[in-house]
């Protein structure tokens, strides 16, 4: 019974302590089921999106940029569907037997396979690695075929910009490249893995517009960041489809009349519109090298090259106008109130302090009018008429045409030139203006320089007698045919009208014609012999170098015996048809020789196409307002 | 037999038959209702398959069942008799492991017998509160004051704690120490005892930090300041946590946890699987395992204070304390209440042995049960 009673105490002890145990166990459970709620309550919201954040990446998908059309939906710019192989690790196996399999059916450099060997070992196993870009049909289905051969290798299908005008339209379009680093604005869209934006010419002015906006994807992946599926796709906006107003046929006409020149420039314009109907500089390079990706050899060439390939001389080229700027002396001559018919004496020279000034004709052209002076480009005129005008009042009258500042075509690097004042020299030089000068200005040469543009715009105006500014692009094209009757051509420019009487305008036109229909005109030889589409021209050849007095007493050398460097430029400035004018054009012949015999004929050669193939008279692609397009740059 | 007089009226000795009757069937329905959401968050880590894991474990739970059963059939005093035999076998497999225990997981914790991958520092749980239950047994309350009554008892708990603690087993380690503390509490040993013990212990934590590898130093660290470093040593931690939190009330659905599927989550059919369960099932599943383990703890402590003999009484509480400091530590672990230390959560983790360890401890309590009213002299074996 003593054990029992002992052992009666010990089973209340026991109970005292278990049941403490007990409680103690208890409270500590509570506190789990606390923490439970704390976190799957209190805190629930932020863990959720923790776990959305750990599972869902968001994917950009590029948008397919938009095409570029001709006046009359040609395109320009494509995108082309380009094949690249790629290579995954993990369904490889052996990379190097791969690969070296993968080199008997495509073409594939040492550089290429080691690039791809580095990148392997970086990536992890289910990241695809480019193998190669730009594979051709034949390739592809090469590398399918022997599928079996090649495990972990499939093709991918991507886009390209394609140019099929290549490099005939190369200064118009410009071209599209990787993104560079000073290109990142934060748009996450840019710093995707191959894309690629305008870096020159309608592609970089319109590049926002032709992107477009990036869709996304929603993709679940897992902890090793493999993808598991897509949960969600929000397509992106392809960019827009810009037209532009040039003729891609006459672009490529006029492209190829320039190839015989070494280095030389053309525009061809709608005179009641501004539109340009082709705009070209050679020697041009071509676009589609640089989304393939330039070598640094090539970029070297390019930039090298003397003749400067890429610069697009037609809007950045300033050359001294000549001849051709001898219209707005004439014009500012009749605002002066000068009497076109008086007639001054032309000797073959005129003699301005102790200084001689020739005339192109060293005999003179004896006694000649306005009409005359244009016609014969007799220099001594001129002078004769810029000493009573004055170079201000002749600046104005070019000012008034387009000249001495950028038309404000949409590209981007044009140039506005120059057109000297009195003020303009005391600025620039910091010297006064000598009465020489005038008399050097007065016939496009010294101080004075123009673009291809420039000269091209001062014809429409001539022609047209409105403040015609020149356009490359007409509009995104519209989704849908507009109803039938609706102007197609969505708003025709309204240009605000030049202030000169056309009583002037035609003095002008008709020297114009003369030069060019008139037997003894400068450009008689170059002249359109179709009826009905006669043009109107004016020569122009401007010196590149001081003619000595010792060398003109010997025999001005001719421009064949010159090294090229040192030719004159040759250039013509025009428009027709001369009785209804609709298209003008203006040539710039780099180091050419003389205006009449190497600018006049391809000028001519030009307007005879242009009205041969009258893009202005027929239908163009429809097209939305042309406000909304976004500029960059 | 070497068992002793029976006082009570009450004939204590059962047949087979009746002893089966006398089985707690609601602990076993209880266990089963546990083991059943084990497999099927086995199911579910395996991505909806049966194999790898939620087969072979239902194949295990199966076996374990049926030794649950045995051992709790089996005398209450046929475990007294051999409480020191199966200690000191633990305790030699114990040492064996150290000797040529095959190298897992960066520590040496298994002898593979061919079938089964053995865990000596398992079966220790259960042979150390064994062993500790037929000491108390037969020292009389007023020689518990005595400290030199505790020498052996300490040494019993500290030895393979020790070992355990070499291999390295933190997690495993801490355990026995808790376990054999909650005996020594049950047991009678006074208050201040404790409180100097945890006052000596709380002083050795900056010694004991020496002795302590980089891993353990990391984790403990990594605790303390889990966001300190997301990706490395905190990685999952944090995932854990975000796992756990994110399955708010009510979960993301069976096999929708998306922490677990797409790997975020570490160790997702072993240590951490009850995260799984709070993601998938949300606030609901959690406390509702969470309860159904607080109904066994109940069951074991009710039993415990049941029994009519010492040594059953300080067996199941000791028992019991282990199944609680199991899912104590695996639940305060995924919570991120508790380091990294690598502590199963019972039959619900994936893992032989430690089922089996849960299986047999379930067993010895029911015996417990089956024989409380047999009652065993002090001495046990020298009364006869």
Known sequence: MLQKNEDNERQRAFTRRGLLLGGAQTLLLAGLAGRMYYLQVIESDRYKTLAEDNRINLRLLPPPRGRILDRFGLPLATNRQNFRVVLVREHAGDVEKVLMALSRLIELNEHDTKRVLREVSRKRGFVPVTVRENLTWDEVSRVEVNGPELPGVTIEMGQIRDYPYADSMAHVLGYVAAVAERDLTGDPLLELPGFRIGKNGIEQKYDLALRGNAGTSQIEVNAYGRVIRELNREEGKPGDELVLTVDGGLQTFVHQRLQGEKSASAVVMDIENGDVLALASVPSFDPNAFNIGLTYKQWNDLINDPLHPLTNKAIAGMYAPGSTFKMMVALAALKAGINPNQKVFCPGYMTLGRSRFHCWKRGGHGWVDMHEGIQHSCDVYFYDTSRKVGIDNIAAMANRFGLGEKVGIDLNGEKGGVIPTRDWKLANIGETWQGGETLVASIGQGFVLATPLQLATMAARIASGKQVTPRLTRGVRADAEPPEGEAAEAAVPDFAPLEVPPAHLKVIREAMDAVSNHPRGTAYRARIQEEGMELAGKTGTSQVRRITLAERAAGVTKNEQLPWRRRDHALFVSFAPVHKPRYCCAVVVEHGGGGSAVAAPIARDILLETQQRDPAGRRSLPIVAATQIVERG | ?384
């Open chain 2, 1 to 384: 037999m070497a068992i002793d007089i029976f006082l009570s009226r009450r004939n204590p000795e059962l047949t087979l038959r009746q002893k089966f009757w006398q089985l707690n069937w609601g602990m076993v329905l209880l266990l089963c209702l546990i083991a059943g959401v084990g497999f099927a968050m086995l199911y579910s880590a395996a991505n909806g398959s049966m194999t790898p894991w939620a087969s072979r474990q239902m194949i295990r739970f199966g076996l374990g069942l049926v030794l649950m059963f045995t051992v709790a059939l089996i005398d209450i005093r046929f475990w007294f008799r051999y409480a020191y035999l199966i200690y000191f076998a633990a305790f030699a497999l114990l040492v064996a492991v150290e000797v040529m225990g095959t190298i897992g997981m960066g520590a040496q914790r298994w002898i593979d017998l061919g079938f089964i991958r053995l865990q000596p520092s398992e079966m220790m749980k259960v042979a150390l509160v064994l062993a500790l239950a037929r000491y108390f047994h037969g020292v009389a309350s007023e020689d518990i004051g005595r400290p030199t009554y505790l020498i052996l008892p300490i040494m019993l708990a500290v030895a393979p704690a020790g070992l355990v603690l070499k291999q390295p087993d933190l997690g495993t380690a801490g355990m026995l120490l808790l376990a054999a503390g909650a005996v020594f509490f049950a047991a009678g040993v006074r208050w201040w005892k404790f409180a100097l013990v945890i006052v000596a212990g709380l002083g050795a934590i900056p010694i004991g930090w020496q002795f302590l590898h980089d891993y353990q130093k990391a984790r403990v660290m990594t605790f303390l300041n889990p966001e300190n470093d997301p990706l490395g040593a905190g990685y999952h931690s944090l995932q854990a946590m975000i796992a756990f939190g994110s399955g708010a009330v009510t979960g993301k659905g069976f096999m929708q946890g998306t922490q677990s599927h797409l790997n975020f989550l570490p160790e997702k059919q072993t240590d951490f699987i009850f995260t799984m369960l709070a993601e998938e099932f949300g606030l609901v599943g959690s406390l509702g395992l969470l309860g159904l383990y607080f109904l066994v703890l109940a069951y074991g402590l009710a039993i415990s204070l049941r029994a009519r003999n010492q040594f059953a009484r300080v067996l199941a509480l000791g028992l019991t304390t282990n199944l609680f400091l199991y899912v104590f530590i695996n639940m305060a672990m995924v919570m991120g209440m508790f380091p990294v230390v690598g502590v199963p959560l019972p039959l619900v983790s994936y893992g032989g042995t430690v089922l089996l360890t849960v299986m047999i401890a379930m067993g010895l309590i029911m015996s417990c049960y089956i024989h409380r009213d047999i009652r065993i002299s002090r001495r046990g074996t020298a009364e006869v």
